[in-house]
Every structure is written in C-alpha cells, then in structure tokens.
C-alpha cells in the first residue's frame, strides 16, 4: 500500500490520518493528532498512540516517510499487522469453560451476568471493555453509532434516547404467532428478501420448551418466521457470533434486546463486516427459565397452557393461552391481572439481578427499536434512531399503518406512590386491584407519559436495588440520563 502524501515536508508536517487504524471498538474515522517526531531524516510514528479525540488507541501500519520536500508514506506489509491488532479474539482456541483461558462457568460479570451470549464465543475476550455490566459506556457508544449522545435537556432524548422520529405503526395483516402485529419479523425477513443481508440473528426456541430461547443465524425467510413472538427469559443471543464470523457474511442484522446490543455495538469492528442492521426490541423485568416458571404459577390461572404475555398499556398483564392442551378448539383466549394484583412479595426475586440493574430500557444502540409502550393500545411503537433505521422501515412502509404518537395524563404522582409500595412488597386484593385497575386506565398516564411512567418505575427500583446490593458499582453504573430521571423522586432509604 502506497499513499501519497498530502502535505509538504516541513516543520508543520501532519501525517494524513488515513494512514492509520482506529483500533476502539467503534472504528471511526476521525482520528485526530497522532503524533510523530523527525528523528535522523525519518519521520517516526511509534506503534501504539492514542487518538486524541477520543482517546482511543489507534494502530499505524508501519510507516517509513522520508522528510524530502515531496514525500511519500509507505505502509510496508501491514495486513499481518493489522489482522494481529484487529482481530486478537482469532488467536483464542480454547477459550471458555474448565482449563479454557477464561473459565467461562463463571461469568466474567457474575451475579449480574444477563448470559447476552458474548462470553460464550471467542468474543469473550473484549468482555472487559463490552459488557454492559462491567463498562456501562451507552453514551460514548450513541456518540459512534447515531454521531451523537442524547441530549438532556430536551426530554423525549433524556428518557427515548438518540432518535430521528418517533410513531405508532401496526401491519395491515398482523403476522399470526407474533408478539404484537409482527413488524420485527416482517423487517427481518424483507431485509433477507430484498438481499440486503446474508443473514439475521434473531431466537427461537427448544422444541421441548416453547419458552426456551435457542439463538441461531438464519439464513431463510422460514427461519426467521420461526423465531417469532417474545421468549421472556434470558437469551444468549450474541453466541451466535462465532458462527457470524465463521459464515464470511460482511451484511447481517441483529435482533437484540438492550444489553446484547450494547456488548454487540461494542465488538462490531471486530466482525469484519460492512454493514451492520440492529433491529432493536425495549426490554424491561427479565427472568430465568426458572424465574418464569414461578411467574406463570404465581400470576396466571393455567400456567401450562400460556403461549405468551405482556404487560400492556391498560396496566394489565395480558396472557394468551392455547386451549388444544386442555382440549378445546385450538383457539387461543386471553386472560387479563392487573399490575397492582399482582404478589409483589412473592415476585420479587424472579427477575435476573442484570435486570434489576439495567438502565437500557428503550435500547439506546439500535438502529431502529419496536416496542409498544409510547404507542396507543394495540399499536407498536417505533423509534427511529438514525438512517439505518430508517431504511429498515422504509422496508415495509407499504405494508404497515401508522399515525402520530400522543401523550397525555401525569405520572409523577402514580410513580412515586408506586415506590414504596413495591419496596414493601405490598399487594391489594384482587376486587381492589380490578377496581383500581379500571380507574387508572381511565384517568392514568397514555402514550408516551406511560412509557415515562414505566421507565421512572422501572428506574427508581433499580437504582435502589443497585444501592442496596451492589453499591460498590453505583456510581460508574448509572448513566447520567437515568440519574437525572431518578433524582425526581423520593426515594425510600
Ligand atoms: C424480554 C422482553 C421484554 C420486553 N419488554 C417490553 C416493554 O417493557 N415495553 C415495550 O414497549 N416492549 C417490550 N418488549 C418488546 C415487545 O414485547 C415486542 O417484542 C416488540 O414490540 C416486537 O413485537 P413484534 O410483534 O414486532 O415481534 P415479533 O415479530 O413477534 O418478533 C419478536 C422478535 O423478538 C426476538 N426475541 C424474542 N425473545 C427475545 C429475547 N428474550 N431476547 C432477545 N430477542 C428476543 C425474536 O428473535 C424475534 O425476532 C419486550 C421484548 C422482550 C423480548
Ligand atoms: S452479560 Fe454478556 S458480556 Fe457480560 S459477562 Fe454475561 S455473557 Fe459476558
Ligand atoms: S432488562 Fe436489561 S439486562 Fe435484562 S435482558 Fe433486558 S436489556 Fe438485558
């Protein structure tokens, strides 16, 4: 490789940057100051400097520049170089697991682990840096991804994050079996259609267990039909990554919740790919296999025949059940408990300690999120975080709805009656529940004060969790947008 130098050989020489590697895991292209000295006639660039700004560690490939008044850089061989520097993770043969170099049967963020699948691929070896638990870095990641960091001070940005718009949309012709009306699935498979990935990373399940995540890079239409409708456990997503790399595929998509999409923004450079999709969901209250177990006997009337669930708009959790277990017609009906029916004593221990720590609700580092909470009852919700986003639902833009968003209704005071209620573990009789169920969804927060509502929710009780548990992480842990949501209540002691 031989660059022309841009510049003419004098005192103020700056070196072209393009002659350098970003080796931070967001790979951009604005190193900036690298610097030099001219020792004997040659210009010396030593082989490990730090971008000045952002201060990550760039790597130049060995450069030989003669200070003649016309020069030229040479970048002797530097692929071997290059690959060493790039891709360390490929060196790792027996990495995980007893005697591996990272015994992975604990993982490297322990209690607080939510199993995203990273460590259990070569991968594992940026855990330090990626893993949302041990490097909560979502601003400096926003700042690579979308070219900026929320603003606080506008509130849609401190409490959706980074986005371009915003909107309620549902498809035409739900996709039957899916969590909502199916647009996860329906932007998945277009953008396998339409050739513009090789494959999608998304879950299905064991044949065995309907809620047992199995993650898998799928390469046709029916796969990724197949991983349709929510698995509401921990899933190891990111253990597909090897596979990734071992496919050769340079376009692929990502469906992830918020911590997997955070260790996966974090070693995106390292995948060798030119495009990355993230298709993001939000996520809140996970559990393990086991965990949810307990949730469906402690909450629903039929827990074996519950195919999904969601905790709705109207402050309700709704249940689907399939009714060919107990016999019926295969139709499947609903069962609905009001959130403040349920046995907050009993439930408190079902969710995973990651999530009880988690502050990435709406996550922040997709290109493009569908959820349902900022939307009106029976609508998905949709962020659009920048043009990757944007171009993923342009994808289906003849096949779904859409209409504005709204918002309506104050949260404050529900939120903070809220607090020490659940950290009493204080639950109402059921009649009490209904009833209150009815009033607040007449009266309560809508659109987007509920999803407000339920970030504030969800906000202060892990911040007290983290507080109460894990204090020594407190302060590196919290972002600063959460904190500032946080701070507008009172918190129990
Ligand atoms: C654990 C969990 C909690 C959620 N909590 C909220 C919430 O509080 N508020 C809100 O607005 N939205 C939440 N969502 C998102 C919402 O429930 C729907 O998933 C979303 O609106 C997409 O609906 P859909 O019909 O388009 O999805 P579908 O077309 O049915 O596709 C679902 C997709 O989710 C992926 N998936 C399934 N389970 C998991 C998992 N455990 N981890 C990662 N990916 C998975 C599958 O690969 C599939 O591609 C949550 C999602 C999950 C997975
Ligand atoms: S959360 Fe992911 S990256 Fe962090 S320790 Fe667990 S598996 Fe590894
Ligand atoms: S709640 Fe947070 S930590 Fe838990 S699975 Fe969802 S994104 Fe990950």
Known sequence: MRLRCEFQVSNAIRIPTTSFICLSPYHCSRLDDIGYKISKGKIVVSRKRNCSWLGCRVFPPRVVVSTSTRCCLEAQDSSSLYEKEKYPHRRLNNYGGLGGKYDTRVYPAKSLCSHCGLCDTRFIHYVKDSCAFLNQHIGELEYAVHGKERDLEKENELYFGVHLDMLAARMKQPLQGAQWSGIVTTIATRLLETGKVQGVVCVTNEESDRFQPKPILATTVEQIFASRVNKPTLSPNLSVLDAVESSGFTRIAVIGVGCQVEALRSVQSRLGLEKLYVLGTPCVDNVTRKGLDKFLRTTSSSPSTVVHYEFMQDFRVHFKHDDRVIGGNGKRWEETVPFFGLKTNELKDIFAPSCLSCFDYVNSLADLVVGYMGAPFGWQWIV??????????DLISSQVETMPLSSSGNRKQAVQNSIPAYDQGMTLPMWVAQLLGVVIDKLGPKGLEYARFSIDSHFTRNYLYLKRNHPNI????????????????????
Request: charged share 25%; glycine share 4%.
């Open 384 to 393: 659009i975080r920048n043009e990757t986003g944007l171009e993923m639902l």
């Open 474 to 493: 407190l302060q590196r842990h919290v972002p600063e947008y959460a904190r500032r949501i946080i701070e507008q209540y009172h918190l129990p002691q």
